[in-house]
């Protein structure tokens, strides 16, 4: 009788911890942020802000350069472009529940923790299909200030309340051609 095979699937997330420029966190401390509040959920956000300054966006891409060119074997794209950068303020107590940003295999998503303490709540992340699907695999990962996360869009993943009032991060999404 002949054994089943066994197939797994998982999905990476790309962590790399660098530092950024006083230059950098500067501007985007700068950015305007609107609260926001959505059921349970509230932050400040530049979400809905079009206009971000370009050098931000210039950074961000040189960054994640950085990180798909150490990882290139894994993507099967060679070139990319950012679609969208927003920067996120979590005061004590916010949070942000479970969400994807996109749901093609041509989109990333990126993560840089500007500013956080210890205390901070860290993203959760949680396999492709969740909450439908619960597989019960979660990955925990704490925010540090210059650590930068690097994922498939579709990938859920939530912030808990919040447990201090320096979680500032940038966010936002990629697109490989």
Request: charged share 25%; net charge positive; aromatic share 14%.
């Amino acid at each position: 009788m002949e054994l089943a095979k066994k197939y797994s699937f998982q999905q990476n997330v790309y962590i790399k911890d660098i530092n950024f420029s006083r230059e950098f966190k500067d501007k985007i401390k700068k950015v305007k942020l609107k609260k926001v509040s959505n059921g349970s959920e509230i932050n400040e956000t530049s979400f809905y802000n079009t206009e971000i300054d370009p050098s931000i966006v210039s950074n961000c891409k040189k960054i994640l350069f950085e990180i798909i060119e150490q990882y290139k074997e894994d993507f099967k794209f060679k070139e990319f472009n950012i679609k969208s950068v927003w920067v996120q303020k979590y005061k004590k107590n916010n949070c942000h529940g479970v969400h994807i940003h996109g749901n093609n295999e041509k989109t990333y998503s990126f993560i840089f923790y500007i500013e956080c303490t210890p205390n901070s709540s860290s993203t959760i992340f949680h396999n492709i299909g969740y909450p439908y699907v619960d597989l019960h695999t979660r990955m925990n990962i704490r925010p540090k200030e210059g650590r930068c996360l690097f994922f498939l869009s579709s990938m859920p993943h939530e912030v808990l309340p919040n447990n201090d009032s320096k979680r500032l991060i940038v966010s936002g999404n990629v697109e490989f051609k």
